[in-house]
């Protein structure tokens, strides 16, 4: 199955053709007039090297991006034996997805909430990475500074199941912290079911999962920044916070600017499984993101036409963001996410 | 020489002598700040492994979660070893992981090379093809709708394939290999070497530490796997741990919290859960430590340079 798609694909790839948007023009092959037959027999190691993972995207990435199409459809999944009967058997209904979506109470709540949580985020997780970074970079003892990055960097690696197991354990109405203002005297806190502070609680949950395996990215860069800059900076006579401010900050600035592009991109995905797994405890009102909008409003009820149109208007949104978050990195002079060819 | 200098100068030496010396508040928040992030992370971890190793007398002493272990008790391991669901769901868990992993990076590293060679045929649109998914995240709804219709729910092929490529993954492993010097692949083809054998040969021996955190990436993910055995896994006798933990965990816990203000006898349970979820833990805090070290070194050299 891939492997006729992948011989499919040089033939259409012209040597002479235009790169591709989204790459930054790479070194020119020298010789750049071999004939095809050549070219192929030289490199069809590489391209069959190549087939197994083009095949696995084209099914499950490129066939799923193209199967949005179902958004435009009154989608039944009891038409034919199988989703593609299904498929080619539905009635096509234009934008009238979308036209109940956009009418649809709990798919802007859904909306708001998912926006609230991101500008939350941004506000109170996306600097911390980049404190605990400095943080550590300062540390002297290199020995001190691996071992605490062990075991920061460790919470990434658990899934989203054990990090909400842990929390639960730690502050639910059964854990650690009940237990201890019960013992206290005290009525415990109701912290997991409690929607008015759930958006504070998917955000420490966020940052005690991803606090430390943020800080890689800053401190790869802070490790490139030029030590005589430093040098130079404090026989000028500038102190340690002018040091941090002019030289530290600056370094690390373009990796920022990439980070909070991606984090744009991604404004309308909060962290799926997070919000899933605690929406019923918590409640729809405030656990419901875009994603677990979809989710119980496609699969689990069987309503997929819906779902597909909710997903495509958030990806859609998600793709501009992106873009347009890269455009305006371009025009303060950083790289972004890639530049122009 | 060296060695002489290195013994005689300390840690505190490393400090420029341009800079200042810490100053002793600075010195104290720094030093309470990294240990209360420290702690925080390693205090849960050890409550919920001294309560699974608690006897039900402990647990009902301390009203719940056991802090200070009183004697191990290791009854708990031994109800879910002796067999039901929690002892199939590692098994299926392993399973996924093992085949997984080895599936995924098989794909990503013949993928990664074959993308490493500039100016190869059609270089630059496979290259465009294989980051476009980056941008692009396959939609869940038609995402679900694929997998199903190729008969692979309620299979762990459901659970296997679709993650088996990570773009990001294919970036770092295709840096890192672009960081061989072409001199030594180069000489290889001269001297007739197959690009396959070359990959075998030469990079792959070269490449361990990528291979290494890329392979723990992907043991991670496909032992974490949650939600995809929420969309295509029904039978319950084909969960994946993370899934019966959270049966066990999260949807029970409604009816948990209110029988323990009943007072109703939950200690013993409450010790199999937490038996539970250290085993679920488990396998990624042993094999993480041995590859945390390999993390500067082959991934930041892969993702810098992709």
Redesign the interface.
């Known amino acids: 199955m891939s492997e006729p798609a992948v011989l499919a ?2 033939e ?2 012209r ?1 002479d ?1 235009p ?5 930054p023009p ?2 020119r ?3 750049r007039r071999v004939p ?1 037959r050549t ?2 027999r ?2 069809w ?6 087939a ?3 095949g ?2 084209l ?10 199409i ?1 958004a435009f459809q009154d989608y039944n999944p009891y038409l034919g034996d ?3 009967q299904a ?1 080619a058997h539905s009635d096509w209904i234009g934008f009238g997805q979308f036209q109940l979506l956009f009418d649809d109470p709990a798919f802007w709540d859904a909306f708001r909430n998912t926006l609230a949580i991101t500008a939350f985020q941004l506000v109170f997780f996306f600097p911390l990475p980049i404190l ?1 970074a400095i ?1 550590l970079h300062n ?4 020995r001190l500074r ?1 071992l ?8 990434h ?6 990090v ?3 929390f ?3 502050l ?5 912290l009940a ?1 201890t203002m ?2 206290a005297g005290m009525q415990p806190w109701n912290v ?1 079911t409690n929607p008015d502070t759930f958006i504070v609680l998917v955000t420490v949950e966020a940052v ?1 999962k991803d606090v ?1 395996w943020g800080t ?2 800053f401190l ?1 860069a802070l490790s490139t920044i030029d ?1 005589n800059l ?2 130079a900076a ?2 000028d006579g500038a ?2 916070w002018r040091r941090l401010w002019h030289i530290t900050l600056p370094g690390l600035r373009p990796v920022i600017v990439l980070l909070l592009i991606l984090r744009l ?1 991604d404004a309308l ?1 909060v962290g ?2 997070q919000f ?2 605690q929406r ?2 918590v409640g729809r009102q405030a656990a419901e993101v875009l ?1 677990t909008f ?2 119980h409003f ?2 689990a009820t069987g309503n ?1 036409g819906y ?2 149109a909710a ?2 208007f958030k ?1 859609v949104i998600g ?1 501009v963001l ?1 873009l347009a978050a890269n455009r305006v990195a371009h025009m303060l002079g950083e790289r972004g996410i890639y530049s122009k060819s | 020489m060296t060695t002489l200098i290195r013994r005689t100068s300390g840690n505190r030496s490393r400090r420029p002598v341009w800079q200042e010396p810490p100053t002793p508040l600075g010195q104290g928040l720094k030093a309470v700040a990294f240990t209360v992030l420290v702690a925080g992370v390693l205090f849960p971890l050890w409550v919920i492994l001294v309560t699974s190793l608690s006897s039900r007398e402990t647990i009902a002493r301390a009203g719940g979660m056991v802090v200070v272990p009183r004697g191990v008790d290791t009854s708990a391991y031994e109800t879910i070893f002796a067999g039901g669901a929690v002892t199939r769901a590692l098994w299926i868990s392993t399973l996924v992981t093992v085949i997984g992993t080895a599936i995924a990076l098989t794909v990503t590293v013949l993928a990664a090379y074959g993308l490493s060679r500039p100016g190869s045929l059609g270089h630059r649109w496979l290259l465009a093809y294989f980051l476009i998914p980056f941008l692009v995240y396959p939609p869940l709804v038609p995402r679900y709708l694929v997998v199903t219709g190729l008969g692979l729910k309620d299979t762990i092929w459901a659970l296997v394939l679709p993650p088996a490529i990570s773009v990001f993954n294919l970036v770092v492993v295709r840096g890192f290999f672009q960081g061989i010097p072409s001199e030594l692949l180069d000489s290889a083809r001269i001297d007739g070497a197959s690009d396959f054998r070359t990959l075998a040969r030469i990079v792959l021996p070269l490449s361990r530490a990528v291979i290494a955190v890329v392979g723990l990436f992907y043991a991670v993910s496909y032992w974490n796997v949650w939600f995809d055995a929420l969309l295509f896994i029904d039978r319950n006798d084909m969960y994946p741990i993370q899934r019966v933990l959270q049966s066990y965990l999260l949807a029970g816990q409604a009816p948990h919290t209110s029988g323990s203000s009943s007072g109703v006898t939950m200690p013993p349970t409450e010790a199999v859960k937490m038996a539970v979820v250290v085993l679920t833990v488990a396998p990624i805090v042993a094999v993480y430590p041995f590859i945390q070290r390999h993390f500067v070194k082959g991934v930041l050299i892969g993702a810098v340079k992709g």
Not at chain 1, 148 to 155: C, E, R, S
């Open positions: 694909g040089p259409r790839a040597p053709a790169a591709p948007p989204g790459r790479r070194r092959p020298s010789r095809l070219r192929l030289r490199d190691q590489l391209l069959a090297m190549v197994p993972g083009f696995i995207l099914v499950f990435s490129y066939l799923p991006i193209a199967g949005n179902i199988n989703p593609w498929f605990l943080g540390l002297l003892s290199s691996g605490i990055q062990t075991v920061v960097y460790l919470p690696f658990f899934s989203w199941v054990l909400v197991t842990f639960v354990a730690m639910g109405g059964a854990g650690l237990q019960r013992e997991m005690w430390g890689i990215v790869a030590q430093y040098e404090a026989a102190g340690r991109g995905s799926f499984e899933l797994l019923d405890a994603d979809v989710y496609s699969i997929y779902g597909a997903g495509l990806a793709l992106i």
